[in-house]
């Protein structure tokens, strides 16, 4: 099993640019989420999906879309990018929304916007 | 408001030697605790799992213990190698709203 896989690894973007950061797992889970990782702070929760077709917003949304078309697949779209949004991006898969799943992490898109 | 508070925020040990990371958290009500390593340039790693009625669980060279009365919890890592140098981040779940509240996490370096 290849766990979750991000793509790209990094990316540079000017601002106004638009961007979709890619994420994949194999495991079957029904849990995905996003989350921004920035110095000094805590994992932020971007949007989350509990199932194919089911999207919700986390903490910080905005500027940032979702969709959830199949199990595997959960990617991110930047709007337009602002340097607000320079940051590390982590997907996260779980076998369940439940608080019990640990997540399984990809190992990040690292993002800057100039 | 929910927060989970982690210390120290760094912190250097000679390989070989003992260290205790620290979390404090005031979510409430209270699900679980859970401890991740996330080593440079990697995801996090789920560690260990703490839910109310657990005082201490160990995975190899780590144990984490939970004060549910202090709303503290702590990880100890024995006799530490090179490897152990990452970041460790504690995590509280919130029972309501199927919350996460993440620590900003300590940063370990092994020295050899």
């Known amino acids: 099993n290849a766990g979750v896989t991000q793509t790209p690894k990094f990316q540079v973007l000017k601002t106004g640019q638009s961007m979709t950061l890619q994420c994949a797992q194999d495991?079957?889970?029904?849990?995905m989420s996003w989350y921004r990782q920035d110095p000094g702070m805590g994992l932020r929760l971007i949007h989350y999906s509990v199932g194919a077709g089911i999207t919700d917003q986390g903490e910080v949304p905005n500027g940032y879309n979702v969709s959830r078309s199949t199990t595997e697949d959960f990617p991110l779209r930047l709007l337009s990018a602002a340097p607000s949004q320079t940051s590390v991006y982590f997907c996260a898969s779980s076998y369940s929304s439940s608080l019990d799943s640990p997540l399984h992490f990809g190992n990040g898109t690292r993002l800057t916007v100039t | 408001k929910n927060q989970v508070e982690q210390s120290p925020q760094s912190l250097i040990i000679l390989e070989g030697k003992n260290c205790t990371l620290q979390c404090n958290y005031t979510v409430s009500p209270f699900s679980n605790l859970r401890w991740y390593k996330q080593d440079t340039g990697r995801g996090p790693v789920s560690l260990t799992i703490?839910?109310?009625?657990?005082n201490t669980k160990s995975n190899g060279r780590y144990t984490a213990t939970l004060d549910a009365d202090t709303k503290q919890s702590s990880l100890h890592i024995t006799a530490s190698q090179l490897s152990d140098s990452a970041s460790y981040i504690c995590v509280v779940s919130a029972e309501y709203g199927n919350k996460l509240v993440f620590g900003a996490g300590t940063i370990l370096r092994v020295k050899s």
């Open positions: 495991m079957n889970h029904e849990y």
């Open positions: 703490m839910t109310f009625s657990e």
